[in-house]
């Protein structure tokens, strides 16, 4: 079992920068792989971005190609989204996920294990 918790939500203006953090608990943390989803306003969940166990391979969605890295801390039980250059459409609840089976070339091929709660962002225009 792991636990989530996601930080660092908040409300910016177009063109700012947020990092989003997610401690998870549990040893097994180095053993997933770990990805960030958004769910905006009446909308579907959706990938963002997703990182291999070893930090050695990411995989993101078009739309937050450039702006956006994901990068993890084994040590510290914790993965980060860096968003950078962030849009009005970036607002969603970010969730954080472990057990996240993607594909370097192509994306997410199977269900996430486990979810956080989520954080808000909120980017005015």
């Known amino acids: 079992q792991v636990q989530l918790v996601e930080s660092g939500g908040g409300l910016v203006q177009a063109g700012d920068s947020l990092r989003l953090s997610c401690a998870a608990s549990g040893r097994a943390f180095r053993d997933y792989s770990m990805g960030w989803f958004r769910q905006a306003p009446g909308k579907e969940r959706e990938f963002v971005a997703a990182?291999?166990?070893?930090?050695?391979?990411?995989f993101y969605v078009d739309s937050v190609k450039g702006r956006f890295t994901i990068s993890r801390d084994n040590a510290k039980n914790t993965v980060y989204l860096q968003m950078n250059s962030l849009k009005p459409e970036d607002t969603a609840v970010y969730y954080c996920a472990a057990g996240v089976p993607f594909s370097g070339l192509t994306g997410v091929i199977g269900s996430v294990r486990f979810w956080g709660q989520g954080t808000q962002v909120t980017v005015s225009s």
């Open positions: 990182i291999s166990w070893n930090g050695g391979t990411t």
